[in-house]
C-alpha cells in the first residue's frame, strides 16, 4: 500500500513571531539584534529629551503650510514668554514668511526679531531649519544680554564718553565711506567752542567740561533730527547731513546761534561762542577730503570775526596798524562791515559769503602796509608814478593774505576790490558780473563811508550827498542793482547809527 504525501502544517504568522519573539519566530535567529537596536533607540530618545529640556531656547515646530506648535516640554520651561510671541501677529507672520523661503530653499534661514515686553525691548534670534520629513524647526534664543552688550561696546568705541556724541574715529570712518561716493545735498558742517582754552586756564577744567557739555547739548537738539552729530576734538564738533538745502542749513544754524544767546541770557556760570563753518556738495561723485577743508577755512573765518576768539587779536592788530599807516578812523572797518551785511542779508547770501564780506570790509586795504607813507599821506594829487604804485596795494594784499592761514579765503577778493562796474578798475580790468559780489557790495559802503565821515584832505559830506553821489556812479562805478538796493536800505541804516 503506497502511503500517500502529507504537507506539513504551516506554522501561524504572528506579532510575536515577526518581531522575533518566541520559539516560532521567523526571526528567532535576529533577536538579539534587535533587542540591542531597540535599546539604542531608547537610549537615543532619553539622551533627545534631556538635551530639550537642557536647551534654554525656545523650540517651536512647523508643517510647511505653517502651522506653528510648541515642540516637546517648550510651553512648560517658559510659559509667558512662548505666548507672547506665539499671541504676537506681527511676529508670526513674519516667521510664516521665513518658514516659506526655507520651505522653498531648503536651507537654514536666521532671523533677527524684536519684542517689547515688560516695557523693555528684548531680541531674539529665531533659526529656520526643515527635516527630510518636511518638518521646519524653529530654535528662539533671546538674544537681549547679548545685543545689549554688543551695542555698549560699540558705543565705547563710536561715542564720546562726556557729551555721548560720535567721535572722531566715527565722524571719519563716515566721511571716508562717503568719499567718491555720489551723493546728492551733501553737507558738512565744522563748529569751534571760542576761548575755551581760556576757561581752562581761570576757571578750572570742570568748568570747561561743562561748557563742553552744554555746548553738545545745544548741537544735538538743533542737527540730530537732520544728520550725525560727532565731538572730533577738544573743542570742535563735526556735523554731517545728507539731503538737505543749504536754505535749510542757513536756517538751522540761525536758530543755533539763537539758542546759544538764550543760553547765556539764562545762567550766570558759563557762557557759550560758538564758530561755525560749512560745506554744501549739490550732486555728484562727492570728495569729502575737499569739503572738510572748505567747511574748516570757514570756520576760521568765522572764528576771526569773534570777539571771544584768541584769533581775533590778529585782526585787531592788524587793524591798528592800518588805522595808523592809512589814517582810517576808528570804527571805519565795523560801520562798513553792518552796511555790507545787511545788503548781504537782502541779498540772501550765505552765512559764509557775508562772513567773508565782513573780513573783507576790514582788510581789503591790507596792502596799503606795503606802500610808502610819503605817497599814503601825501595830501595832494598823486603824480602817474605814484599812482602806479599806490594801486600795487591790491596785489600787495592779495599776497599778504596768501600767506595767512585766516586771510586765505578772501585774498582773491582783495586784489579785486578797486574793480569798477564799466571796467575802467584795476589791476584787472574785470567787467559787471566778472566781479565777485562781495567786491561789488564794498566798494558801495567804502565809498559811502568815506564821504561821510571827516579825513584829514577833506570834511565829510552830509549823508544825503553821499546817497546822492552813490547814485550818479550807478552803472559805472557801481553795480546798478545794489545802488537801487542800497538806496532802499540806507535810511535804516542811518537809524541805527
Not at 397 to 412: P, Q, T, V, Y
Request: charged share 25%; with cysteine.
Amino acid at each position: 500500500m503506497t502511503e500517500s504525501y502529507k504537507s506539513k502544517p504551516k506554522k501561524a504568522v504572528t506579532r510575536e513571531s515577526i518581531i522575533g519573539l518566541g520559539e516560532d519566530s521567523f526571526k528567532k535567529n535576529y533577536y538579539s539584534e534587535l533587542q540591542n537596536k531597540l535599546v539604542d533607540l531608547e537610549h537615543s530618545n532619553g539622551r533627545t529629551k534631556a538635551l530639550i529640556a537642557t536647551i534654554p531656547d525656545i523650540l517651536l515646530i512647523s508643517d510647511v503650510s505653517g502651522n506653528i506648535a510648541p515642540f516637546g516640554d517648550t510651553f512648560k520651561n517658559d510659559n509667558s514668554l512662548v505666548f507672547k510671541i506665539t499671541a504676537n501677529q506681527t511676529l508670526i507672520n513674519d516667521l510664516h514668511s521665513v518658514i516659506s523661503q526655507v520651505v522653498e530653499t531648503r536651507c537654514l534661514i536666521t532671523h533677527h526679531f524684536k519684542m517689547i515686553d515688560d516695557e523693555k525691548i528684548h531680541y531674539f534670534e529665531a533659526r529656520v531649519h526643515i527635516s527630510e520629513f518636511d518638518e521646519v524647526l524653529i530654535i528662539i534664543r533671546d538674544m537681549t544680554e547679548q545685543t545689549l552688550l554688543e551695542t555698549q561696546l560699540r558705543n565705547f568705541a563710536d561715542k564720546d564718553s562726556l557729551t555721548d556724541l560720535y567721535n572722531r574715529r566715527f565722524f571719519e570712518s563716515f566721511l571716508q565711506d562717503l568719499n567718491h561716493q555720489h551723493a546728492e545735498n551733501l553737507t558738512l558742517i565744522l563748529m569751534d567752542i571760542d576761548g575755551l582754552k581760556l576757561v581752562n586756564d581761570t576757571l578750572g577744567h570742570l568748568a570747561g567740561d561743562q561748557v563742553i557739555a552744554a555746548t553738545s547739548q545745544l548741537i544735538k537738539e538743533n542737527f540730530q533730527a537732520l544728520g550725525t552729530v560727532s565731538r572730533v576734538g577738544g573743542d570742535e564738533f563735526g556735523v554731517i547731513i545728507l539731503n538737505q538745502h543749504p536754505a535749510t542749513i542757513e536756517l538751522m544754524l540761525e536758530r543755533l546761534s539763537t539758542a546759544v544767546k538764550v543760553f547765556n541770557t539764562s545762567t550766570d556760570t558759563i557762557s557759550i561762542s560758538l564758530s561755525f563753518g560749512y560745506s554744501h556738495h549739490k550732486n555728484g561723485v562727492a570728495n569729502t577730503d575737499w569739503l572738510f577743508q572748505e567747511a574748516d577755512n570757514n570756520m576760521y573765518q568765522n572764528k576771526l570775526l569773534k570777539e571771544s576768539s584768541t584769533r581775533n587779536n590778529l585782526v585787531k592788530t592788524l587793524m591798528k596798524a592800518l588805522e595808523v599807516k592809512d589814517y582810517i578812523t576808528e570804527g571805519h572797518a565795523n560801520r562798513m562791515g553792518n552796511l555790507a551785511t545787511m545788503i548781504g542779508q537782502c541779498l540772501h547770501l550765505t552765512q559764509n559769503r557775508i562772513d567773508r564780506l565782513q573780513l573783507l570790509s576790514k582788510f581789503h586795504d591790507i596792502g596799503k602796509v606795503g606802500i610808502p607813507d610819503s605817497i599814503l599821506k601825501k595830501p595832494t594829487r598823486l603824480t602817474l608814478e605814484e599812482w602806479n604804485v599806490m594801486k600795487t596795494h591790491c596785489s600787495i594784499g592779495e599776497r599778504i593774505a596768501n600767506e595767512s592761514s585766516e586771510l586765505k579765503e578772501i585774498s582773491h577778493l582783495i586784489l579785486k576790490h578797486q574793480e569798477r562796474w564799466d571796467g575802467s578798475g584795476y589791476p584787472l580790468g574785470l567787467v559787471g558780473k566778472e566781479i565777485p559780489i562781495e567786491c561789488r557790495i564794498l566798494s558801495i559802503v567804502d565809498a559811502f563811508d568815506a564821504m561821510t565821515n571827516n579825513r584829514p584832505y577833506r570834511e565829510a559830506l552830509s549823508i544825503s550827498m553821499a546817497v546822492q553821489e552813490i547814485i550818479e556812479g550807478s552803472g559805472t562805478q557801481f553795480d546798478p542793482e545794489l545802488v537801487d538796493l542800497f538806496k532802499q536800505i540806507i535810511p535804516e541804516y542811518v537809524n541805527e547809527l
